[in-house]
Every structure is written in C-alpha cells, then in structure tokens.
C-alpha cells in the first residue's frame, strides 16, 4: 500500500471500532443516564490514541517514500 492507502485502511478500521464503542455507551445510557461506560469510554480513549500513534508512523513512511504491506488476522474463540 502507499502511505495515502494504509492510512485510509488503517484509519477506516479504528473509526469503525470507535464507533461500534460509541454505540455500545449510547445503548448502555439509554434510558439510564447514570449508566457505567468506563469501558467504552476507555477504549474510544485508547483508540483515539492509536489513531495519532498511526498517523505519525504514516508519516514517517511517507517521508521515507517507502510502502508498507498490511496483514490482518481475525481469531474468533469460542468463550464459556
């Protein structure tokens, strides 16, 4: 991929997951405005980060004027 590539990848995928958090705090306070999201408030926080720590390493690649190659695994384990 280029930089311009893996960063709409990259960035598309972390949007994604900021966003099923947002949904899952929504569906938590609805009806409850009291209701506990540390945990999603946490990981939008976490992810937020992720997505400035991404945008530098872009940039540097960029500045580099190197590609990068993009592998992903998806692991699904069936929980108790």
Same mark, same amino acid.
């Given at each position: !991929?280029?930089?311009? @590539? $893996?960063? /709409?990848? #990259?960035?598309?995928?972390? /949007? &994604? =997951?900021?966003? !099923?958090?947002?949904? &899952?705090?929504?569906?938590?306070? @609805?009806? !409850?405005? *009291? $209701? /506990?999201? @540390?945990?999603? +408030? *946490?990981?939008? *926080? ?5 997505? /400035?720590?991404?945008? +530098? !390493?872009?940039? &540097? ?7 990068? =190659? ?5 692991? #699904?384990?069936?929980? +108790?």
């Amino acid at each position: !991929f280029t930089p311009s @590539e $893996a960063s /709409d990848v #990259i960035m598309s995928l972390i /949007d &994604q =997951k900021i966003n !099923f958090h947002k949904l &899952q705090r929504l569906a938590l306070c @609805e009806g !409850f405005y *009291g $209701a /506990d999201t @540390e945990y999603p +408030d *946490g990981r939008i *926080g976490e992810l937020e980060e992720e997505k /400035d720590i991404a945008r +530098d !390493f872009i940039s &540097q690649v960029r500045y580099q004027g190197k590609k990068l =190659k993009i592998n992903g695994i998806l692991e #699904i384990t069936l929980m +108790d």
